[in-house]
T-cell receptor
Framework: DTAVSQTPKYLVTQMGNDKSIKCEQN?????MYWYKQDSKKFLKIMFS???????INETVPNRFSPKSPDKAHLNLHINSLELGDSAVYFC????????????FGNGTRLTVT | TQLLEQSPQFLSIQEGENLTVYCNSS?????LQWYRQEPGEGPVLLVT?????EVKKLKRLTFQFGDARKDSSLHITAAQPGDTGLYLC????????????FGTGTRLTIIP
């Protein structure tokens, strides 16, 4: 059983398109996150979502929006994709906002052409 | 400005050798975590150190948190090909995992 699963694994799309990445965790965790890993492997948090409380990294463009239908799911929707959005996006979860290590999914490699 | 600088950025050594990876900052952290990431996968937590000066061992891996809680090191003894991966340190400052800052990473390759 995969603890944190995200789909798709690879996503290739053109500039200006809108796309979504899905994430599900079966760990019963309360908090979920989206991270962006750039070409230099630097990992930076984008959002955390805990009990309907959204904490946003102020550097994230508003073209990015997380959507959580329930505690086990946190999807990432991206509008008007740009070349600079190309990266690997990781979903993660933790037991609570301040408790437990991060459990990461295997990433979604987004390529914008 | 990167809060957590790791060195070296790249390291390629022969199987059986020892190595040390460093994670340095000018900031104080309440705790520090080390992750290993393999190609095509997400980072996996190896260890968390909390107390200044703390040393934790995980088989051939030894992790140390600096006395001032600004830096950390990872020492691997008798490296094996299975140790190959991207090693990331991550420092916690304040309440909430969203305040976890990741380091710049060390890409380690162990040559059989």
């Amino acid at each position: 059983d995969t603890a944190v699963s995200q789909t798709p694994k690879y996503l290739v799309t053109q500039m200006g398109n809108d796309k979504s990445i899905k994430c599900e965790q079966n760990l019963g965790h309360d908090t979920m996150y989206w991270y962006k890993q750039d070409s230099k492997k630097f990992l930076k948090i984008m959002f955390s979502y805990n009990n309907k409380e959204l904490i946003i990294n102020e550097t994230v463009p508003n073209r990015f929006s997380p959507k959580s239908p329930d505690k086990a799911h946190l999807n990432l929707h991206i509008n008007s994709l740009e070349l600079g959005d190309s990266a690997v996006y990781f979903c993660a979860s933790s037991q609570a906002r301040d408790q437990g290590p991060l459990h990461f999914g295997n990433g979604t490699r987004l390529t914008v052409t | 400005t990167q809060l957590l600088e790791q060195s070296p950025q790249f390291l390629s050594i022969q199987e059986g050798e020892n190595l040390t990876v460093y994670c340095n900052s000018s900031s104080v952290f309440s705790s520090l975590q080390w992750y290993r990431q393999e190609p095509g996968e997400g980072p996996v937590l190896l260890v968390t150190v909390v107390t200044g000066g703390e040393v934790k061992k995980l088989k051939r891996l030894t992790f140390q948190f600096g006395d001032a809680r600004k830096d950390s090191s990872l020492h691997i003894t008798a490296a094996q090909p299975g140790d190959t991966g991207l090693y990331l340190c991550a420092g916690a400052r304040g309440f909430g995992n969203e305040k976890l800052t990741f380091g710049t990473g060390t890409r380690l390759t162990i040559i059989p």
